[in-house]
């Protein structure tokens, strides 16, 4: 069973470019949640999903950030017209249902705006 | 904001004991304490979680008070590779109840 799956690791934008972050949840988890940890700081939620459905968004930026987690494929976060305080870690964890006694993690995307 | 106090940074040296306390004095009755690491900027990995008697799984112990203000994680034998920040957290456990993380305490075991 593969764990949580984060791609890509790294990812340079340029400011203004849009970036996407995919996350693929542990097989049989149907509960996605989303983190940044800004540099040298603590994780933040940002998000939690479950399949079709934003469950949670009170940690995501008003604007310019989105998330979806579709019926098929990977839950995705989308940056639009990044700016040099969006670099950060992006950490993604799933859940099992009913239960979600741990959330397992991904390694992280680190975004680089530049 | 998180719920838990810990202290910023420790040590501990190989083959010891490291004892990481954390404080919790909201807590509520139906909140568990959850401990998490994340090892240089890797992504957080789950450790030990408990309500109100003590713990221990092959990571690690952990031990809550009687009144539950307070914990203990316990690595028994440290290694360089326990080295991490180490995360205490306070939540329900299941429903959509995220994880609230603190500042943690930094590890170090050394040789």
């Known amino acids: 069973n593969a764990g949580v799956m984060q791609n890509p690791r790294h990812l340079v934008r340029r400011r203004g470019q849009e970036a996407r972050l995919r996350c693929s949840p542990m097989?049989?988890?149907?509960?996605v949640y989303w983190y940044r940890q800004l540099p040298e700081e603590g994780l933040k939620f940002m998000v939690y999903?479950?399949?079709?459905?934003?469950?949670?968004e009170s940690g995501m930026p008003k604007e310019r950030f989105s998330a979806e987690f579709p019926k098929e494929g990977p839950s995705i976060l989308r940056i639009q017209q990044v700016v040099r305080g969006d670099s950060a870690a992006y950490f993604c964890?799933?859940?099992?249902?009913?239960?979600?006694?741990?959330?397992?993690f991904g390694q992280g995307t680190r975004l680089t705006v530049v | 904001d998180a719920k838990t106090t810990q202290p910023p940074s420790m040590d501990c040296a190989e083959g010891r004991a490291a004892n990481l306390p954390c404080n919790h004095s909201t807590i509520s009755g139906n909140e568990y304490v959850y401990w998490y690491r994340q090892i240089h900027s890797q992504g957080p990995q789950y450790i030990i979680h408990?309500?109100?008697n003590n713990e221990t799984n092959e990571m690690a112990s952990l031990i809550i008070t009687e009144d539950r203000k307070s914990s203990t994680l316990i690595l028994p034998h440290a290694t360089l590779r326990d080295t991490a920040v180490y995360y205490c957290i306070v939540r329900l456990q299941g429903g959509s109840e995220k994880l609230v993380f603190g500042k943690g305490t930094k590890l170090t075991v050394n040789p």
């Open positions: 408990g309500l109100k």
């Open positions: 964890a799933s859940s099992p249902l009913p239960s979600n006694t741990e959330a397992f």
């Open positions: 097989k049989g988890h149907s509960h």
């Open positions: 999903l479950q399949k079709e459905n934003i469950i949670d």
